[in-house]
């Protein structure tokens, strides 16, 4: 009986969080599914929902002092991490993708990520004090980097880098290092008359030209919405080359309309061209299990809260990123950067090679909890958040350590047997879309 309520949960929640997109492209969702169904990680990466409509039910009391509203990432998980060239020209590793992010308690980034370890952990065959000791160091790492922005008085004053990364993360870094924007484009471009133009694959699409003239239309207004700060010469940066309608993304992005720009870029050399990524900004999945008048009075759409929201979280974002709608939809703009390499699990097997990662990854947290752009205008969250944070563990840090590593183990427990619910349920087709 418990297991058959449990998948009735599990089903009107993925219904309600992603009926319109099934509706709209039912391929992509049994694809969704599909790559969700491959084992406990891929189905809890899918299923943020799930995740908030557990943790929201629940009561703590370690978030206070306003720490229970900060700017969260909302979709924290050991895949969720890599490189990217900011705004200054670095090579940083650093957390990505803020599609899910949005106000929320602080403990919400950690628990998600705790559960996510402790999924690779036991996917790895690692004993339960391995997974312990490793949640545990993690958590330690992010409250020392929170203890480091209480003293500091800057808070951008921590990267990882080239020269301060080690391990599976500087490999990450070398490899970055060692990619050509000419080989992104020679993989989606080729040459006609002398230009670039898009090639034409299962991914991509031409548009029709009332299709292709509001995607023109919107990417005007788009540039509206870059930074003054952060702005390249228009006339001829920003010149408009070529566009295409795109798919094939992640399991967080199925069913979304996109297409990909060309623009002339950095110089009239054709190997300086930049493809920018437009694509339709998704609802975030914590905002339907909380109050959001607030928030959503703050925000045109939810390609502004994207926005808003990374460069509330993470500091010299991309200085093309921006926003734009298309028939009141917001969309998320941002490069479609040469430069980022996702973190590779695949060979960080052991509990040592893993220390020195969750270390970085634990302080990358604090980071995006405690910093912000240069270039954020926000006032939503408008207090020193580690002050906040410090004050509600104060006396109880050990403790917060012990109960964070318990509910991530817990959880994970319950993120697997979850993921068989959901297998058989996708099977026997109870999740709103047919497995065949």
Same mark, same amino acid.
């Given at each position: 009986m418990a297991s058959s309520n449990? $998948?009735?949960?599990?089903?009107?929640?993925?219904?309600?969080?992603?009926?319109?997109?099934?509706? !709209?492209?039912?391929? !992509?969702?049994?694809?969704?599914?599909?790559?969700?169904?491959?084992?406990?990680?891929?189905?809890?990466? /899918?299923?943020?929902?799930?995740?908030?409509?557990? +943790?929201? %039910?629940?009561?703590?009391?370690?978030?206070?002092?306003?720490? #229970?509203?900060?700017?969260?990432?909302?979709?924290?998980?050991? #895949?969720n991490f890599g490189t990217y060239l900011n705004s200054d020209g670095r090579l940083v590793f650093d957390i990505n993708d803020f599609d899910e992010a949005y106000l929320g308690r602080f403990t919400w980034d950690l628990q998600r990520f705790?559960?996510?370890?402790?999924?690779?952990?036991?996917q790895k065959a690692l004993p339960e004090d391995a997974i312990?000791?490793?949640?545990?160091?993690?958590?330690?790492?992010?409250?020392?980097?929170? &203890?480091?922005?209480?003293?500091?008085?800057?808070?951008?004053?921590?990267e990882i880098t080239l020269d301060t990364a080690e391990g599976p993360v500087l490999t990450a870094l070398v490899a970055a290092r060692q990619m050509r924007r000419a080989d992104l484009l020679d993989g989606m471009t080729l040459m006609r008359d002398g230009k670039r133009r898009f090639t034409e694959d299962g991914t991509t699409r031409r548009?029709?030209?009332? #299709?292709? !003239?509001?995607?023109? &239309?919107?990417?005007?207004?788009?540039?509206?919405?870059?930074?003054?700060?952060?702005?390249?010469?228009?006339?001829?940066?920003?010149?408009?080359?070529? +566009?295409?309608?795109?798919?094939?993304?992640?399991? /967080? =992005?199925? /069913?979304?309309?996109?297409?990909?720009?060309?623009? #002339?870029?950095? =110089? %009239?050399?054709?190997? &300086?061209?930049?493809?920018?990524?437009?694509? %339709?900004?998704n609802i975030p999945a914590l905002s339907r299990f909380v109050d959001t008048s607030e928030v959503?009075?703050?925000?045109?759409?939810?390609?502004?809260? $994207? +926005?808003?929201? *990374?460069?509330?979280? %993470?500091?010299?974002?991309?200085p093309l990123l921006g926003h734009t709608s298309i028939d009141g939809v917001g969309y998320v703009i941002a490069e479609v950067s040469p430069y980022e390499v996702d973190l590779d699990w695949t060979e960080i097997n052991e509990p040592e090679d893993m220390r020195s990662v969750v270390d970085l990854l634990g302080r990358a947290t604090a980071k995006i909890h405690c910093a912000s752009d240069e270039d954020?205008?926000?006032?939503?969250?408008?207090?020193?958040?580690?002050?906040?944070?410090?004050?509600?563990?104060? /006396?109880?840090?050990?403790?917060? +350590? *012990?109960?964070?590593?318990?509910?991530g183990i817990a959880y994970a427990v319950r993120v697997r047997e979850d993921h068989a619910l959901f297998v058989d349920a996708f099977r026997e087709g109870h999740v709103g879309i047919a497995a065949t």
């Open positions: 449990r $998948t009735d949960v599990i089903i009107d929640v993925l219904r309600d969080a992603f009926a319109p997109l099934m509706r !709209a492209d039912p391929a !992509a969702f049994r694809a969704k599914y599909r790559k969700m169904a491959r084992d406990p990680h891929a189905f809890y990466r /899918g299923s943020a929902c799930l995740f908030f409509n557990d +943790v929201t %039910q629940e009561t703590d009391d370690w978030a206070a002092h306003g720490s #229970e509203r900060i700017w969260i990432h909302g979709d924290l998980h050991v #895949e705790a559960a996510s370890l402790a999924l690779v952990g036991w312990r000791k490793l949640i545990g160091r993690y958590v330690r790492s992010y409250l020392a980097q929170v &203890n480091h922005y209480v003293a500091s008085d800057s808070d951008d004053d921590f548009l029709g030209r009332d #299709e292709r !003239a509001e995607v023109v &239309n919107a990417f005007r207004g788009y540039l509206d919405t870059i930074p003054q700060s952060k702005r390249f010469d228009r006339d001829l940066f920003y010149e408009l080359r070529d +566009v295409v309608g795109k798919s094939g993304f992640g399991i /967080g =992005s199925a /069913g979304l309309p996109a297409y990909n720009v060309l623009v #002339e870029g950095y =110089s %009239q050399a054709l190997d &300086n061209d930049v493809v920018l990524s437009m694509k %339709q900004a959503d009075a703050y925000f045109e759409h939810e390609g502004h809260r $994207t +926005v808003v929201s *990374q460069r509330a979280l %993470q500091v010299h974002t991309d954020s205008q926000q006032d939503l969250v408008d207090f020193d958040v580690e002050a906040a944070i410090s004050r509600s563990l104060e /006396g109880r840090r050990n403790d917060f +350590v *012990q109960w964070l590593c318990d509910w």
